[in-house]
């Protein structure tokens, strides 16, 4: 079983940033892809930003151009850089692992809130 930790959420003001991290541990095998979702209040889980194994990255609309995804195989890490953030980007961010047995890991979630 793959437990997955992440850490980095805070307070920021708009048009600040945040980078968030998460950690892979326990039974570590090959991956699909990596990446994180985010869930606001009253909101449904949605899909920010996933790094391949092969090494491309893809973003959803809302992160395209202010957030970068990495990951770091070596270290079984998946880092999440934010910049020029939005009220709107207030959500819990969760970390996401597919692993090629198929099975979804998830995070417990880091809280981001951005308030002016």
């Known amino acids: 079983q793959v437990q997955l930790v992440e850490s980095g959420g805070g307070l920021v003001r708009p048009g600040g940033s945040l980078s968030l991290s998460c950690a892979a541990s326990?039974?570590?095998?090959?991956?699909?892809?990596v990446g994180w979702y985010r869930q606001a209040p009253g909101n449904q889980r949605e899909w920010v930003a996933t790094?391949?194994?092969?090494?491309?990255?893809y973003y959803a609309d809302s992160a395209k151009g202010r957030f970068t995804v990495a990951r770091d195989n070596a270290k079984n890490t998946v880092s999440l850089q934010m910049s020029n953030l939005k009220t709107e980007d207030t959500a819990v961010y969760y970390c996401?692992?597919?692993?090629?047995?198929?099975?979804?890991?998830w995070g417990q979630g880091t809280q981001v809130t951005v308030l002016s």
């Open positions: 790094a391949t194994n092969g090494g491309n990255t």
């Open positions: 326990g039974s570590i095998s090959s991956f699909v892809r």
């Open positions: 996401n692992r597919v692993e090629l047995t198929g099975i979804n890991n």
